[in-house]
């Protein structure tokens, strides 16, 4: 028996319990045409449909709503017995992006659930509320490390120097390598004299992605005191660490990189080699050339594109030198 006294709404609940995939999607599209408030309950059903098409239309759905019509629904449904149910409500809730439904979403966080809190911070995020602050970094201390990654989040997003101390101790500390990088990538909306030690220090974090995170952060901000440390990463045993360190001291345009670069043109990952090659080209200084010039009898024809480009920087720039 339905708990609904509409009978549209009896209608659309009726069919959206079809095994008929097609009788589900038409039901989704009349949503649309019912007034009643109750009808987000069967927003948030069709949102957790097995089939794809189903919730896709009713992802289509979502924007006749108000968002402050579906906040209740759509928090309580983040405690619902169906995974499927609780994904969605926690996308739907992500996709709202409207300030309107802070309090709200700010009161969810009273909540004890991981779940609740993990959804309810993630949609808090792109909405940069200031008194989101608060708990987040009261999150940072959850057992959970999802969690604590979306307090993070919502603490990067807000891009404020005075939540420096916390991301940077967190980016340093947490045990989990996912909220450590986390952290790690926050840091990058500050300036280089204020985050240049803490992501310096993160390079000699055990997790590779933690390390990448840092080295790209290296690289945006320009701290170039980190150049050592990046020489260094070139010798790395992971791949994916050696071509970001390469890649970055190319950003960093600094010639003592230059020997480390050179070693990289004859590893075996063709990834690695094109980033230093490309790298060389950035530096665009005459010790670089020796090395450019292996590269352009290289066997991937991509290494050999970006050397002949690399080639052309490096006779330019001591073309300008010597015109000087």
Avoid at 3 to 9: E, I, K
Wanted: aromatic share 4%; glycine share 4%.
């Amino acid at each position: 028996m339905s708990n609904f006294t509409d009978p549209l709404l009896i209608s659309i609940e009726t069919r959206l319990n079809d095994a008929d995939v097609g009788i589900r999607r038409v039901a989704v599209m009349d949503l649309v045409d019912s007034p009643e408030p109750e009808a987000v309950e069967l927003l948030i059903k069709a949102l957790g449909d097995e089939d794809a098409t189903v919730r896709m239309e009713a992802a289509k759905v979502i924007d006749e709503f108000e968002p402050v019509d579906m906040m209740d629904a759509l928090v309580e449904a983040l405690t619902s017995d169906d995974e499927n149910v609780r994904n969605a409500a926690a996308n739907a809730l992500a996709d709202l992006k409207d300030q309107t439904v802070a309090p709200a979403l700010l009161a969810a966080l009273a909540e004890d659930d991981s779940f609740v809190l993990t959804a309810v911070l993630r949609a808090l995020k792109p909405m940069r509320i200031k008194d989101a602050r608060v708990y987040a970094i009261g999150l940072l201390q959850h057992a959970d490390a999802g969690v604590r990654r979306e307090a993070v989040g919502v603490l990067g997003y807000l891009q404020e120097a005075e939540n420096l101390p916390q991301l940077m101790a967190v980016a340093a500390n947490d045990e989990d390598s996912e909220v450590r990088r986390t952290a790690v990538g926050s840091l990058v909306f500050a300036t280089p004299s204020q985050v240049s030690h803490a992501l310096i220090s993160a390079l000699g974090d055990v997790n590779w992605q933690v390390l990448v995170e840092a080295i790209k952060g290296i690289g945006r901000l320009k701290i170039t005191d980190a150049i050592d440390q990046l020489i260094e990463k070139t010798s790395d045993e992971r791949w994916q660490v050696k071509e970001k360190a390469a890649e970055t001291i190319g950003k960093l345009g600094m010639a003592e990189g230059i020997p480390a670069l050179g070693l990289c043109i004859n590893d075996p990952i063709s990834n690695l080699r094109k980033a230093a090659v490309a790298a060389l080209g950035e530096i665009a200084h005459p010790d670089g050339l020796k090395f450019v010039t292996i590269a352009l009898d290289d066997n991937d024809p991509d290494v050999r594109k970006l050397a002949r480009w690399a080639q052309e920087k490096i006779e330019t720039a001591a073309l300008a030198v010597s015109e000087d």
